[in-house]
């Protein structure tokens, strides 16, 4: 996605009430080596690299977005490098010992560049639903699910352990407008949008005086564990 100052804040405040990344960097812990150097591919803004550091050596958390990037080196913990590049460009000078892709990449790609940048485990994390959530109408959410991750993993013969977990990962708003101004931000449907009163139906009361509004999500994910060696060779190409 491309970051801008409103998206950046919005999910920030989201993070801060939420304990999204968390959750998933509680469920990728016990999975990772001692010590490990672990890659946040498709890092964001940072929040899932943070949340990482607390299980291993060293994050490196790579974004191509220069503004997600300049964030997250405002809010940087030790051990935590932020590089902005592509990821088929930006290889380690020694192969990471995980990398982590969280809701980024089709899984073809995914998996050519963990063949060339990992030497561990990879782990994906994928959406368990089909249709995007702030859109209006049904807006697919294509090959970016876990459906479709799993298909492509049977389709190559590759191994892989599956999770699936719920995470809360609501948006508190400070007002109605800027309730609207999400939904505008995050419709992806071409034709249709969200009247004012379908917004507000889709609110509860919020958590404090600071934020009277919030959106509840509970997000269904997957979490799929790939061993790199079991990535043929031909997968990197």
């Not at 469920?27 to 690299?49: F, N, T, Y």
């Not at 560049?113 to 089909?130: E, N, P, T, W």
Request: one cysteine or more; a neutral charge.
């Amino acid at each position: 996605m491309f970051w801008t100052e409103e998206s950046i804040a919005f999910l920030r405040d989201a993070a801060a009430m939420n304990r999204y990344y968390e959750t998933i960097a509680e469920r990728i812990a016990p999975q990772l080596p001692k010590d490990a150097h672990v890659c946040d591919a498709g890092c964001g803004i940072g929040e899932l690299s943070l949340a990482l550091k607390p299980y291993c050596h060293h994050v490196t958390a790579v974004d191509a977005d220069a503004l997600a990037i300049k964030t997250l080196k405002a809010h940087l913990l030790e051990g935590v490098t932020a590089r902005c590049g592509d990821m088929e460009t930006l290889a380690p000078e020694k192969p990471y010992d995980a990398m982590v892709f969280c809701l980024f990449g089709r899984t073809q790609d995914t998996l050519r560049i963990a063949k060339k940048q990992c030497r561990g485990r990879i782990f994906l994390v994928k959406r368990d639903y089909s249709h995007h959530r702030f859109s209006a109408g049904k807006v697919s959410l294509g090959e970016y699910t876990a459906g479709s991750t799993e298909n492509v993993l049977r389709e190559k013969g590759i191994p892989y352990t599956v999770e699936r977990f719920t995470a809360e990962f609501g948006q508190p708003f400070r007002s109605l407008e800027a309730a609207e101004r999400f939904f505008a931000l995050y419709n992806r449907s071409e034709s249709e949008v969200l009247s004012k009163d379908e917004i507000r139906a889709r609110l509860t009361a919020g958590p404090s005086a600071e934020f009277p509004y919030y959106l509840p999500h509970k997000k269904a994910l997957c979490l799929f564990t790939i061993e790199t060696a079991a990535i043929s060779k031909e997968e990197a190409v």
